[in-house]
């Protein structure tokens, strides 16, 4: 009698993002396999000392990879190649903020958010805060300091910590 199989196998979330990138990557060599790109924006990756070799190579991999598939808005040299840009740098970048890992998540925020998380610094520095608290420190409508916050927390920046009464408690968890 045969043993029974597993049917799903149990894949770490970090695992299954990097999977996911270099299936895409794959993917797109695969449907132009003749066309190259020149990233003359190599540059602006190699600046941040915060990217180790292998993410940057995952990013510029990417950025190539977006690149073709916008082939009809990107610039070529005679020869075909694509040259990318530095929206498909940001892009790849922005797409990537996951499985990159970064140790200060607070790098890739957009300026709205960053300015949430500086001044959920200011005003609350470590100490748990609920959103009416936040809402009144900053004079901000509810939808926006809940948008926000809510985030925040998805960007593991801020974190749900307990409930008092019926109000979430959040908690600043990297500083700015």
Not at 4 to 26: C, D, G, I, L, M
Not at 141 to 149: I, L, P, Q
Request: proline letters at 3%; glycine letters at 2%; one cysteine or more.
């Amino acid at each position: 009698m045969p043993l029974p199989s597993k049917r799903y196998v149990k894949v770490n979330v970090s695992q299954q993002f990097n999977y996911h990138t270099e299936a895409f990557n794959h993917l797109v060599k695969m449907l132009y396999p003749k066309r190259n790109t020149i990233n003359k924006y190599d540059y602006l990756i190699d600046k941040h000392a915060f990217f180790t070799e292998s993410q940057k190579q995952v990013i510029s991999k990417t950025a190539s990879s977006l690149c073709m598939l916008s082939e009809f808005y990107r610039d070529q040299d005679k020869f075909g190649n694509l040259y990318v840009t530095r929206e498909d740098i940001c892009n790849a970048i922005h797409i990537l903020q996951r499985e990159l890992d970064l140790q200060n998540r607070s790098l890739l925020l957009p300026p709205v958010l960053k300015w949430y998380a500086m001044q959920i610094q200011y005003h609350f520095g470590s100490d748990p805060f609920t959103l009416k608290q936040l809402r009144l420190q900053l004079g901000k409508s509810k939808s926006r300091v809940y948008d926000a916050v809510r985030e925040l927390e998805h960007q593991k920046i801020v974190k749900l910590v307990g409930q008092r009464g019926h109000a979430h408690v959040f908690e600043l968890v990297e500083h700015i």
